[in-house]
């Protein structure tokens, strides 16, 4: 495999900090709080505010945060789920799934009380402080990402919808355009977000009650409960984001931390488990796709089976992330041929960032809406879209994902951590659906097998496999820098290919920080709208 050298990492000096995300000002929103004496967590706070404001058709405060941290001090870490459970008016298997609309927003948004929880814990600044920047952002304006422009054009007729919706996205960027003056993309010019500003300062003065149990909570059943979500005031009231061990596998001589279920980051231990034996530093190109995929077909048959709400399912966990489990598993990985693939389809848009600080401490996150936009439900009031996580439940009560009340549904949000000799050395994650498990070992062999930097790793051409909605096949789908004659290869052993444009969004948002010695390494993917700052 061959490097690509669109740009290098940026460096820093360990004793001060490095934060990326996928647009620039929520970034520097980030390093502004490590600057001013905050930790990893403060600075992480400060950026998922910011980013909910500049990217509000992937992240926001309608959605949910699944986070990592270490703790440099305890030298220790800990897992913070932030998804939302199901309304309790919810009936077993009763409720039809659908994929937009009020009918859709089904799940109690967690990433605020995520927030909350990681402050209270391990904050060190003031909590009012680090909301300050995305108040600034959303009442001073920000500039139009270009994949909020794409994103907006896509989904118009889904926005349109929604009153809230149009009101708050479709005329904020009708008038971007106007205020460039131009014909084509608005893409830089600065638009407001007045009514998230106002939330983002209730929350800021009251903290999170004034979410789950006042007015914020209240706005939104009052908007989304006619229109046909079953969210009650009770679902918000009860909510409370849970702190869970990690779980983990070694992989060449690191240990690699994931959330457990109800997320799918047991899929990444088990594709490190399966590939571990295989030299592949010298597998040809074509031997090297076919391999990752064949072992994400066999860790999304155990995903698919197992994974859901642990409250609902007993889940073999230890077992299926057990190097034993893997080399029972291997002999059905045929390095010659596709296997056949019978799964339902999973989508997802979502946001990944990742701040390491000066004093040892790192986090490692994700923030989603599920789909761009979510429901595609706005109250106007707020300002903010509420997500449609409750569209990947199955219909299928007896199905460990099964739709049922209170229940969280299986989430594909999956930070992650390599540690090494017990402190952090890779910090990364991507966003992108199920193309999350595929990614992170794509960058996990890339770093830790070939001995390429992060950048590289990040920039090198990807691959993603699986269904999209719509097709009754599932295909591997490849971006168009991957030469011919690896595509040829991959098509006689009988993959179905799907070719992308050679820097496809779709890919996802994929970011790293690489902790050394004395300095640190931060790589930012250049198919988002982001960065990588030091401080």
């Known amino acids: 495999m061959v490097s690509d050298p669109i740009s290098k990492p940026v460096t820093a000096n360990r004793a001060a900090g490095m934060v990326v995300s996928p647009h620039t000002v929520a970034s520097k929103a980030g390093q502004s709080i490590l600057q001013q004496g905050g930790n990893a967590v403060d600075a ?17 405060l309608g959605g949910d945060g699944l986070w990592l941290i270490y703790d440099g001090a305890a030298g220790s870490v800990h897992g913070l789920n932030g998804s939302g459970r199901s309304a309790a008016a919810l009936g077993h298997g009763s409720h039809q799934i659908v994929q937009r609309g009020a009918a859709a927003a089904i799940t109690v948004p967690g990433a605020v009380d995520a927030w909350w929880q990681a402050h209270q814990r391990f904050g060190q600044l003031p909590w009012t402080l680090l909301l300050e920047p995305a108040i600034a952002l959303a009442t001073n304006g920000y500039p139009l990402s270009s994949s909020q422009f794409r994103w907006t054009c896509k989904d118009r007729d889904l926005l349109a919808q929604d009153p809230g919706a149009a009101a708050t996205f479709l005329a904020t960027q009708s008038a971007a355009n106007r205020a460039d003056g131009k014909a084509g993309s608005p893409v830089g010019t600065v638009i407001k977000n007045p009514a998230l500003a106002r939330v983002l300062t209730i929350l800021a003065a009251d903290g999170t009650d004034a979410f789950y149990r006042g007015a914020i909570a209240q706005a939104i059943v009052d908007y989304a409960a006619p229109l046909g979500s079953p969210l009650g005031l009770e679902d918000f009231a009860q909510h409370q984001s849970e702190w869970v061990e990690p779980i983990t596998t070694t992989y060449r001589g690191h240990t690699v931390y994931e959330l457990p279920p109800n997320t799918q980051g047991l899929s990444v231990l088990q594709m490190l488990n399966l590939i571990e034996p295989y030299d592949i530093a010298n597998l040809e190109p074509a031997d090297y796709y076919h391999l990752m995929v064949e072992a994400t077909k066999l860790a999304f048959c155990d995903r698919d089976r197992w994974v859901g709400d642990p409250a609902f399912t007993n889940i073999p966990v230890q077992e299926l992330i057990a190097k034993p489990y893997a080399d029972q598993l291997r002999p059905r990985l045929n390095l010659q041929q596709a296997t056949a693939d019978h799964r339902s389809a999973m989508g997802g848009d979502t946001i990944y960032a990742a701040v390491v600080d000066g004093q040892g401490n790192a986090v490692s996150l994700l ?16 300002g903010f879209a509420l997500n449609n996580r409750g569209a990947i439940f199955s219909p299928d009560p007896h199905h460990a994902n099964g739709i049922a009340p209170n229940k969280r549904p299986l989430q594909t949000l999956i930070p992650a951590m390599a540690l090494r000799q017990g402190q952090p050395h890779l910090v990364f994650g991507t966003m992108g659906g199920e193309g999350q498990p595929q990614t992170q070992v794509a960058l996990l062999t890339r770093v830790l097998d070939l001995g390429l930097d992060i950048q590289t790793a990040i ?6 496999w699986g269904r ?9 789908a490849l971006e168009g820098r991957i030469q011919p004659a690896v595509r040829n290869a991959l098509r006689q052993r009988g993959h179905q290919l799907q070719m992308e444009a050679d820097w496809c969004e779709a890919m996802g948002h994929a970011h790293m920080i690489q902790v050394l010695d004395d300095y640190l390494l931060g790589a930012c993917d250049p198919r988002s709208d982001g960065v990588a700052v030091g401080v």
Do not use: K
């Open 44 to 60: 992480a706070i400060a950026l998922c505010a910011a980013l909910s404001v500049t990217y509000p058709h992937m992240n926001g």
């Open 367 to 382: 923030q989603s809406l599920y789909f761009d936009y979510g429901a595609c439900v706005v109250p106007p009031s707020l």
């Open 459 to 464: 920039n090198l051409p990807r691959w993603r």
């Open 468 to 476: 999209t909605w719509g097709e009754s096949t599932a295909r591997l």
